[in-house]
């Protein structure tokens, strides 16, 4: 039997790869990767410049792995929709194999694919722990409350082992490695960085299955144990920094659940409820694949955001004279990563304290971010902004001063990002702006010229936002602020 086994950017790894398991039970394997344009033209690839190059990394080692084991990833140039029945009826194939996509492109992508090649063309959902639209309500509906869907996940969850990474593969079929010479879309290498016309970024986390697993096993012997503890805190290594693998699967969802296994009581409980929450988030883009474009609640069309561009590129640069929402600003533009915590305090301050639709803020983060995925970037854009399944009350507002003296207590973060107040004490450093001049003076900061005065005063930006939300939704919110 001869299988193209297809890997399409979630899936960049030779371990726990269900769909190259069950293409070697047969007699002949071909590895293919398409380069389609719709993610390497340059004008698109450079709108998401920093996950290419994670991408084109991870790319690089797999076909160096695939090498090492005695095969060749074929990488193809051209459409997907195009290129797969084109050669799945060139090389005689008896099945195509890949990992499914739960966001809406993939999905639709795939449904093209079934049309031509039919029972041949076989999908595995390993993108999540169990396959989107199986878990429901008593109701027979989707979750729209993450509670009861990570206990009915409990009860329904009995999650096989990881598959091992083979030992060897076979080589190309003879007869397709001849016509590889003859095939006018096959690329010898994938593109490079410099032509699709972007820069190399030294700061971004390297990609890759080897650099993978070197980060898990790290996170498993060192901060991995006082996670429950660290991983909101800002100014400690306290997260796993898995999640650009997840996005690209140089690790599988089921690899890290049971790697978690691993970990002490706490923490382990504390890492799985993360991971239970991406499982919501991508079950809910499943069963809403609206929600890319529409908030989930209807309540929220025709929200009275404000069209404010000079507080819009503040937000952008890092330039809002609130440290730690400047901070989280620069890490993006950077590192192509923020915190976890920090993205939730500056999505909060985006939507609420200066009103900007979270649409704009949810683009801005999927064009910057390395492990930008669409269920959970998403997902947490509504959220915070109170729109979304399962969002915080929208009348919860983020003080970004205190929420920065209790996640980034020392500074620290600050510091590294907003260099400007490097020297400016803990206690000040979160609201310079309150601090006595003499202070100032001996930081070098001086407000309004190296450093701005925040653009809005967080009393009255939060009543701001919830008269808007008082007079669109026509009552009155109660009282809280955090």
């Not at 160096?64 to 084991?69: C, D």
Request: with cysteine.
């Amino acid at each position: 039997m001869r299988s193209i086994v297809w890997f399409r950017g979630k899936d960049l790894r030779l371990g726990d790869h269900a769909p190259l398991s069950r293409a070697l039970a047969g007699d002949e394997v071909i590895p293919l990767f398409v380069v389609d344009p719709y993610f390497f033209a340059p004008q698109r690839a450079q709108l998401f410049a920093h996950r290419v190059q994670f991408l084109l990394e991870s790319l690089a080692e797999l076909a160096r792995s695939i090498e090492a084991l005695g095969s060749r990833l074929v990488l193809v140039a051209g459409k997907s929709v195009e290129v797969m029945p084109e050669l799945a009826s060139r090389w005689r194939v008896d099945r195509v194999l890949c990992q499914s996509w739960v966001a809406p492109i993939g999905r639709e992508r795939d449904r093209r694919v079934t049309d031509a090649l039919g029972a041949r063309f076989q999908l595995f959902d390993t993108e999540t722990l169990l396959p989107p639209g199986t878990l429901r309500t008593t109701a027979q509906r989707p979750f729209s409350v993450f509670t009861p869907f990570a206990r009915a996940f409990a009860r329904a969850a009995d999650i096989a082992p990881a598959l091992p990474a083979p030992e060897r593969l076979p080589p190309l079929p003879p007869d397709v490695s001849r016509d590889l010479a003859l095939f006018e879309r096959l690329l010898t290498r994938a593109p490079s960085l410099a032509e699709l016309g972007i820069v190399h970024n030294p700061a971004l986390q390297p990609g890759g299955e080897p650099r993978a697993r070197e980060r898990l096993q790290r996170f498993l012997t060192s901060n991995g144990p006082s996670y429950h503890r660290e991983r909101d805190r800002m100014d400690l290594p306290g997260t796993s920094r898995l999640s650009a693998d997840l996005k690209f699967g140089t690790l599988s969802i089921r690899e890290l659940w049971h790697a978690a296994e691993q970990l002490p009581k706490d923490a382990r409980a504390a890492f799985m409820n993360e991971l239970v929450w991406r499982e919501f988030t991508h079950h809910t883009l499943w069963d809403h694949p609206e929600l890319l474009s529409q908030p989930f609640r209807p309540k929220f069309e025709g929200f009275p955001w404000r069209h404010d561009e000079a507080s819009w590129q503040a937000w952008v640069e890092g330039k809002t004279g609130y440290p730690l929402v400047d901070a989280s600003a620069r890490q993006l533009l950077d590192e192509g990563y923020v915190h976890n915590r920090a993205r939730m305090i500056s999505a909060s301050f985006l939507t609420k304290h200066l009103l900007i639709d979270y649409r704009r803020g949810e683009a801005h983060y999927m064009r910057y971010l390395t492990d930008g995925d669409w269920a959970q970037n998403n997902a947490g854009w509504q959220w915070s902004a109170g729109a979304g399944c399962d969002a915080q009350p929208y009348f919860r507002i983020f003080n970004p001063v205190t929420q920065g003296q209790k996640l980034d207590p020392s500074g620290d973060y600050v510091r590294r990002w907003v260099p400007e107040l490097s020297v400016v004490p803990a206690r000040h450093i979160h609201s310079p702006w309150q601090a006595p001049a003499a202070v100032l003076e001996a930081a070098g900061v001086q407000l309004g010229v190296n450093y701005p005065f925040p653009i809005v005063e967080h009393a009255a930006a939060r009543a701001r936002f919830l008269d808007s939300a008082k007079r669109h939704f026509n009552a009155a919110p109660p009282r809280w602020s955090g």
